[in-house]
């Protein structure tokens, strides 16, 4: 086994100067904060579910680094991102001399994220998804925007976004089912909005739950809409 731990990634200052840089880069163009509130965020996530659904400790860990790493080529481009990170990723990995095997399952997650081109290809994959697209909260939205109500008539991500003022997720009792429960403050932002932005990363974690063999649920408002 790999001597390459999730403790150990978090602490390469490599890597996090790639997390940095990107998510300046990201807040230089209007975009969510995609800084380490959301990687490790993601992180936690991924590692939760197929901790819940009985995977082994190690995928488990791979899904954690997998998550926490999954951004970094935002700091070349948005455009591709997914795939120009799955590549950085490969080198930072390689240079800590991680498996092989393990980088693949790792690089194959991270590159398959982009709802664009995303594809849960393994389970570390499949968590990944789930964990990125499933961070909907008002916290992602930057202050400039919080500071200037009027910027939430013309950008609709960031309505969307602030409008989540409570985000969870749980399994049902026999794990069948993941559910994503959001409120959204209907005063800022429609449903109908919610699902202009969202509908193709949620059908995305539809797709990413069927692969660990889970039905995926939306309730917003307490109402079930998927």
């Keep these: 086994m790999s001597n390459v731990t999730y403790k ?10 790639y ?3 990107a998510d300046a880069a990201l807040l230089s163009i209007g975009y969510t904060e995609h800084s380490n509130a959301h990687v490790e965020k993601a992180a936690k996530t991924a590692f939760d579910i197929l901790s819940c659904l009985g995977y082994d400790e190690r995928d488990c860990e791979l899904a954690q680094i997998a998550a926490y790493m999954h951004d970094i080529g935002n700091v070349v481009n ?11 990723a490969f080198r930072l990995l390689e240079k800590m001399d991680m498996p092989a095997d ?11 994220h982009d709802e664009k081109t995303a594809m849960p290809v393994n389970p570390v994959a499949a968590a990944l998804i789930l964990a990125d697209k499933m961070d909907v909260r008002r916290s992602r939205v930057r202050n400039s925007h919080i500071e200037d109500p ?3 008539a013309t950008d609709v991500h960031d309505r969307v976004n602030y409008a989540c003022v409570e985000s969870k997720y749980y399994f ?18 429609s449903i109908i909005d919610y699902f202009e932005i ?3 990363r ?7 739950a069927k692969t660990l063999n889970v039905e995926f649920r939306l309730v917003i408002n307490n109402y079930k809409v998927m």
């Design 150 to 152: 009027s910027g939430f």
């Design 202 to 208: 949620m059908l995305l974690c539809r797709r990413a």
């Design 172 to 189: 049902s009792e026999d794990k069948s089912e993941l559910f994503l429960d959001l409120i959204i403050d209907l005063k800022i932002s």
């Design 8 to 17: 150990y990634i978090r602490r390469n200052n490599e890597i996090q100067a």
């Design 102 to 112: 393990e980088i693949a399952v790792i690089i194959s997650a991270i590159g398959n």
């Design 198 to 200: 969202f509908l193709e």
């Design 19 to 21: 997390i940095n840089h």
């Design 78 to 88: 948005r455009s591709d991102h997914a795939q120009t990170g799955g590549l950085m």
